[in-house]
Structure formats: C-alpha cells, structure tokens
C-alpha cells in the first residue's frame, strides 16, 4: 500500500493573493493500493462535511485525471482518507486531495512523473498554484502562472517562525470569498499590493521581521472578505498586541494566521486563547511550524 502525506497551507499571504503560500506542520494521509477493479473508499476521520466515498472524492477525480491525462487505463482502486486539515476554512484542504490524488496515481502508475510536472497538473486543476505550491514543496513558495505553464521559487522560511492558526467554527466557502471581490481595481491599489507583495518576499528572505506588519497589507481581498470573518479586524489588533509579527487571512478564510517568533510563541499563545474565548464564535487556537519537506511518498 503507498501512503501519502500532504501539508495544509496557508494562502493568500497579506497582498499575495492567488500567488505566495506557506506549508505547515498539519497533515491529511491518503492510502492506495489497486483492487481488482471498481472504486472502494474509506473514510478514517468524520468531518462536519461529509467527504463522498464514490467517483465524486476529489482524490479520485484527481487520480482519474492523471490517468486521461497520460493516455492510461484507470485501475481498480482502494482508498483510505484521514483528513487532519479542516474542511472549508483557507487551510489548503482541496489543494491536499489534488495534490494526493496526483501522487498517488503518479505512484501506482510506476512515478512516469517528476515532481515539477505534478506540480504543473496541480497548479492547472486548481487555478492558482498558491496552495498546491507549498503543498508539493514545502516552506514559502511564490509562484505565476498563465494559460500554459508555471514558475515557481520555494524560499527557505527563518527557523525561529511559527504560524499560529486561528479556526472559527464557522466555514466560508470559495465561491462566496471570490464573490464579494471587486471586478477592477486602481492603479493605487496595484502599486499597494506589488510593493508590499515585493517586501513581503525581501523582508521573509532576509529575516526583516520588522517589515512584517507593512508587507502583509493589502488592498485586493482582506479588506472585502472581513464581512464575511466576523471581528477580523479586532482579531488582528489583538494578536499585534500580544506580540505576533503580523497577521492575515490564510486563503478564502475563515482561518487567521498570525506569524510569532519563537520567543514570543508562549505569551501570544497564553494571550490570544485568553481573548479568543470571550467572542461569540468558537476559534481553535494552534501554533504550527512549517513544513520543510512538502508531500510525502512512501510505500508501506
């Protein structure tokens, strides 16, 4: 049986939308072996959405397409899915099952792919490369695409990082994040975005976390989307207070990131799970170091 392990990520960072995401240390676990024939799958942990368990699981449709894709028959196929990563809330989670189906077809099929042409099919499936990137690859990855390929740079994140996850018990679906964005924007608005975009890259590089809080400004998707995070703004307020670098909204939401050094991981933790517990909304609190390695393949 070939076992897969794939990050959740976090998307959309500040003024990076559709384009910079980081890796974390949560994971989904898919298991695949070929059966005789026809589809069996297994669902280890229950979520509030119900995951399909026919030809409409997304790691299936996924595995189906790489096989059309290469010209190859579809075998019969087993799978187990244990889904750690939450459902609906900016985490990665429909990046991970693309991603997994990727690999676990590639997997069965012999590894007739490399990793940079999976990451191309991945980037295609989900329109964006910003979750599948980091995903594949681990760490911060920055990456483009047009209607034929994308290009891609993972960058080496600073040791001393951690990212503290902020789950409401409330989803936000993509369709109504992408929604209440605007059809157009100013040339100001675009001159915001890429020069802090082009900080946010400079500044992770180079371990200026003192440019943090500016370049993870943004004027194309956080400030449309806070209506749709109920106290976002406040939220952030508070976790700058208690000492995190910066904070934004991980992809469509309804997750908050807030980025914190080490040395101040205790008493932000301390601190935000204090304030958190007195809104109306349940949030899950959880400090997470990235993921270096990305998606993992082993056979067992």
Known sequence: MIHIRVPATSANMGPGFDSIGIAVEL???????????????????KQAIPVPTDETNLIYETMKYFYDRKGLKMPGVHIVQEDDIPMVRGLGS???????????????????????????????????????????????VVGAQDENKMNHVR?????????????PDFPVSTADARGVLPDSY???????????????????????????????????????RAQLIPGM????????????????????????MAMVTKDRAEEFERKMSAYLGTLEHNWELNLLKADMQGVLVETE
């Not at 994971?27 to 942990?45: F, P, S």
């Not at 890429?194 to 400079?202: D, I, K, N």
């Not at 000492?243 to 909204?249: C, E, H, I, Q, V």
Request: glycine share 8%.
């Open 27 to 45: 994971y989904n676990h898919i298991w695949v072996e070929e059966q005789t024939a026809g589809l069996t799958i297994e669902v280890k942990r």
């Open 186 to 224: 100013t040339r100001k608005d675009m001159v915001f975005n890429a020069s802090r975009a082009a900080l946010l890259v400079a500044s992770m590089m180079t371990g200026k976390y003192e440019n943090f809080d500016m370049a993870m400004e943004d004027c194309v998707h956080q400030p449309y």
């Open 94 to 140: 429909s990046a991970a099952c693309i991603v997994g189906g990727l690999f676990a077809a590639n997997a069965l099929a012999g590894n007739i792919c490399d990793k940079d042409e999976l990451a191309q099919m991945a980037a295609q499936l989900e329109g964006h490369p910003d979750n599948s990137n980091p995903a594949i690859y681990g760490s911060m």
């Open 233 to 256: 703004h406040e939220i952030f307020k508070h976790a700058k207070e208690f000492g995190a670098a910066a904070s934004y909204l991980s992809g469509a939401g309804s997750t908050l």
């Open 155 to 167: 960058l080496e994140l600073p040791d001393d990082l951690i990212f503290a996850t902020m789950v």
